[in-house]
Every structure is written in structure tokens, then in C-alpha cells.
């Protein structure tokens, strides 16, 4: 059983930076894929990035890629999203993640945290 909550969001203007974290319980933090995926008002949650479990394979969703950096830390068990040159098309709910799989698909992420509200006004 792994726990997953996420802090740092919030309101920042366009071309900004956010740093997301996601604190992780369990002794077996290293064992998992972490991602973080997002979901807009009326859209499905869409993938953001993943990492692998010694945090040696990275894996980006196109929109993404050159702006937002995934990284973990498995000594204190937490995920990071740096996220720079935010644009209002980033504002969404953003969920930290957790599989067994590299996968891009939310079906596939076995844990889930609660949220955290990314806004970015323009």
C-alpha cells in the first residue's frame, strides 16, 4: 500500500514557475514508476511525466517536454515537478502517481494522491 499527497500548487501568471512535490509512505518507494498526470474541467486526466524507479529513465508527454523537469528523491521518498513557462493551457489539477509499469496510461497507476490545483492566468 503506498499513500501519495501532493503540495505546491497554486495561482501563478503565465510564464511563471511552480515547483509540485509529492511525499510518498511505504518502505518500498524505490520499487515504483512515479507519475504525475493532470485533468482539466470536462477534459479526462492526460499524462504529464514519469519516472522509473531508480530515477534513471525520465518520460514526458509532448506538451510538456523542455518545460516541466519530473525527478524523486528515494532516500525521502518524494517525487518532484518543476514546471517553468507555465501557460494558461497548464491549468488543471495535477496527481501524483504511483505502478509498477512505465505506463502513460492513468488505468495502469495502481496509487493515486488527492490533487493539487496548478492555475495559470494569462
Known amino acids: 500500500q503506498v499513500q501519495l499527497v501532493e503540495s505546491g500548487g497554486g495561482l501563478v501568471q503565465a510564464g511563471g514557475s511552480l515547483r509540485l512535490s509529492c511525499a510518498a509512505s511505504?518502505?518500498?518507494?524505490?520499487?515504483?514508476?512515479m507519475g504525475w498526470f493532470r485533468q482539466a474541467p470536462g477534459m479526462e486526466r492526460e499524462f504529464v511525466a514519469a519516472?522509473?524507479?531508480?530515477?534513471?529513465?525520465?518520460y514526458y508527454a509532448d506538451s510538456v517536454k523542455g518545460r516541466f523537469t519530473i525527478s524523486r528523491d528515494n532516500a525521502k521518498n518524494t517525487v518532484s515537478l518543476q514546471m517553468n513557462s507555465l501557460k494558461p493551457e497548464d491549468t488543471a489539477v495535477y496527481y501524483c502517481?504511483?505502478?509498477?509499469?512505465?505506463?502513460?496510461?492513468?488505468?495502469?497507476?495502481?496509487?493515486w494522491g488527492q490533487g493539487t490545483q496548478v492555475t495559470v492566468s494569462s
Open positions: 502517481a504511483a505502478t509498477r509499469v512505465v505506463a502513460d496510461s492513468p488505468r495502469l497507476y495502481d496509487y
Open positions: 511505504g518502505r518500498t518507494f524505490r520499487s515504483y514508476v
Open positions: 519516472i522509473s524507479g531508480s530515477g534513471g529513465s525520465t
